[in-house]
């Protein structure tokens, strides 16, 4: 079975970094890229970025760029989404799936990241 | 890249049809055959519903439908049921391996 399984929920405080991961399993890795969704509280999809497990090459939307960064372990299919500096408005669900056929057709079932003082 | 433009609502009754738009840009939606729509559910993950404008992904029901004329891309489902309430959105590729997603439309079973 084709799965992404993605890390707990962390409660963080502004400054501080973070780095969540995307564990996937089932099939060929380096097959498919790897996207990164945000949700805010209440609000819809935001697409964030996507990187190539193959490569690593990456390309982020304009509103994520220098934000967020990307990186993938292809020994143990994981893929990561990191905050060197957070802020309260990174406070999200944050979504992986994987991109395969021109769409995301497998996605992680979201971790949540809270940033609170 | 600007978010893609979907009603923020829509409505109708069991076995009605609706059909929800998603409107970009001649950059995006007009651009690629690559539109698709997501459906979720209050805190589930998405699920893809609709591939490259009009394909169905295994175990979609054939209640869901695609199209997209120019830069508008839509979304019709026929024959509403209970569970076809949630969000739903959009997304296009615009250029550079790059994605944008629809606001997003709550559809209400009446």
């Known amino acids: 079975e084709v799965q992404l399984v993605q890390s707990g929920a962390e409660v963080k405080k502004p400054g501080e970094s973070l780095r969540i991961s995307c564990k996937a399993s089932?099939?060929?890795?380096?097959?498919?890229?790897i996207v990164w969704v945000r949700q805010m509280p209440g609000k819809g999809l935001e697409w964030m970025a996507r990187i190539d497990p193959t490569d690593s090459y990456i390309n982020y939307s304009p509103s994520f760029q220098g934000r967020v960064t990307l990186s993938v372990d292809k020994s143990s299919s994981t893929a990561f989404l990191e905050w060197s500096t957070l802020e309260a408005s990174d406070t999200a669900i944050y979504y992986c799936a994987r991109y395969g056929n021109y769409y995301m057709d497998v996605w992680g079932e979201g971790t949540t990241v809270t940033v609170s003082s | 890249q600007s978010a893609l433009t979907q009603p923020p609502s829509a409505s109708g009754s069991p076995g009605q049809s609706v059909t929800i738009s998603c409107t970009g840009t001649?950059?995006?939606?007009?651009?690629?055959?690559?539109v698709s729509w997501y459906q979720q559910h209050p805190g589930k993950a998405p699920k893809p519903i609709i591939s490259?404008?009009?394909k169905r992904p295994s175990g979609v029901p054939d209640r869901f439908s695609g199209s997209k004329s120019g830069n508008t891309a839509s979304l019709t489902v026929s024959g509403l049921q209970p569970e076809d309430e949630g969000d739903y959105y959009c997304?296009?590729?615009?250029?550079?391996?790059?994605?944008?997603f629809g606001g997003g439309t709550k559809l209400t079973v009446l």
């Open positions: 997304t296009s590729s615009a250029g550079n391996n790059i994605l944008v």
């Open positions: 001649s950059n995006d939606v007009g651009a690629y055959k690559y």
């Open positions: 490259e404008v009009n």
């Open positions: 089932g099939y060929t890795y380096t097959s498919f890229w």
